[in-house]
């Protein structure tokens, strides 16, 4: 039995290695020449690039809107990650024991994580607009048009109503901590009971601790993809107003499509983001192999 195994794994592995090599060609060049470029001062065309050393990455870090997104990435995600730890929980929690209407739930929180992103923020965008958007709308029809505001345009209210789309994509958080307590051993459970504990007790103080791999997981999870939520922010309020809501993302895409000779900054600030997300990939695979590790033993 062992040995047909092996020699299926080396069956897979052989169909699979000219699909790893493509890959790693690809990604191999992208980087090497996302590197290069940022070293140079070069328009979309790529036609007659000077090289410009460190000065894109000396200007990065210079400029106060770039350091402002990269600050604003990090808000967005401490935000969903705090509703991940407390919200998300609760609801799988409450999944979990087959509460009534776990259809509603699902449909509220899980079919927006399996929406591409796009929609659900031009869709979000739209409901916060000041004259036709649906908030608004509901409040003067129900005689509260004295507590409409500009959600989209006004500084404050963008930043919160960014930071409320990203908690409302929770649906990845809820999925991983319901696979995780399907998994449980429910001795646990049934000693507590036995002991007298109530369903909250048993949920803070002996649910919530079994979970703190998952924990760890979902929170670098949704750190790394702060970063790459490029369509929440510019499909929601475009970055706007003032750079109020500008992440790294729309910061970006803004140098690429200004025209002028502003490809190698943009590849530069491409390549910060890129080692910052390398980074927390690297601490989730190893956070990710020690609580296996941690499991098997």
Not at 47 to 58: H, L, Q
Not at 229 to 242: C, H, I, M, Q, R
Not at 272 to 294: C, D, E, F, N, P
């Amino acid at each position: 039995m062992r040995r047909k195994l092996k020699g299926e794994g080396r069956t897979a592995l052989l169909f699979l290695t000219p699909l790893f090599l493509l890959y790693a060609v690809y990604y191999a060049y992208s980087f090497w020449f996302l590197i290069g470029t940022s070293f140079t001062k070069v328009s979309i065309s790529f036609d007659n690039a000077v090289n410009v050393g460190w000065k894109n990455y000396r200007l990065l870090l210079e400029d106060h809107t770039f350091l402002t997104a990269i600050r604003n990435n990090l808000l967005f995600a401490a935000g969903s990650i705090v509703v991940a730890l407390t919200l998300a929980f609760g609801i799988a929690v409450m999944l979990a024991t087959g509460i009534g209407g776990r259809r509603l739930y699902y449909t509220i929180f899980l079919v927006p994580a399996l929406t591409p992103v796009a929609l659900v923020a031009t869709v979000f965008g739209q409901m916060l607009e000041y004259q036709n958007g649906a908030l608004n709308e509901g409040l003067r029809a129900i005689g509260l048009g004295g507590l409409t505001q500009h959600w989209l345009t006004q500084p404050g209210w963008a930043f919160t109503a960014v930071i409320g789309l990203f908690a409302y994509l929770i649906g990845l958080p809820i999925m991983y901590y319901t696979a995780d307590l399907a998994a449980m051993d429910t001795a646990v459970l049934e000693a507590a009971l036995m002991d007298g504990a109530g369903p909250l007790f048993i949920m803070r103080r002996v649910v919530h601790p079994m979970m703190r791999s998952t924990h760890i997981t979902v929170t670098l999870a949704l750190l790394l993809g702060s970063f790459r939520a490029f369509e929440v922010v510019l499909l929601s309020t475009g970055g706007g107003p003032d750079d109020t809501t500008e992440i790294v993302g729309t910061y970006t895409y803004r140098f690429v499509t200004s025209g002028g000779s502003t490809i190698g900054y943009a590849s530069a600030a491409s390549v910060l983001v890129l080692i910052v997300a390398m980074l927390v990939s690297g601490v989730q695979a190893l956070v990710t192999r020690t609580a296996k590790k941690g499991v098997t033993r």
